[in-house]
């Protein structure tokens, strides 16, 4: 049976994949950031790091984004049960480094 954190990420991995959290305010976003963190089950960290990734990069946070679309594209625990993690974390990073200097460096 899943878990309530479990629950909270594929509900969060829903408004990912609709494309959904740009449009979530500041503090819904800040209160799924932490929601993310506190799921410590190891075969979701790939898609717990895309999430976050897609979070800080709409808080802002570039430099955060791009740490955790790395740490997703890493993920191999993770890979078998969510296999779109890694490429979507590809595109991800590639379009945060080409919208982002800063982050190129």
């Not at 800040?30 to 089950?41: E, F, I, K, N, P």
């Not at 898609?47 to 955790?68: M, V």
Request: contains cysteine; neutral net charge; hydrophobic residues 40%.
């Amino acid at each position: 049976m899943p878990t309530k954190e479990l629950c909270v990420l594929a509900a969060i991995e829903v408004l990912y994949l609709w494309k959904a959290l740009p449009n979530c305010s500041l503090s819904n976003l800040q209160h799924m950031s932490q929601a993310c963190h506190g799921v410590l089950d190891p075969s979701v960290q790939g898609l717990r790091s895309l999430l976050l990734g897609a979070i800080h990069n709409c808080l802002g946070n570039a430099e955060d984004a791009a740490q955790f679309f790395q740490r997703a594209v890493k993920d191999e625990t993770g890979r078998q049960q969510n296999q779109y993690v890694q490429p979507y974390a590809c595109y991800e990073l590639g379009c945060l480094l080409l919208n982002n200097a800063e982050v190129r460096k």
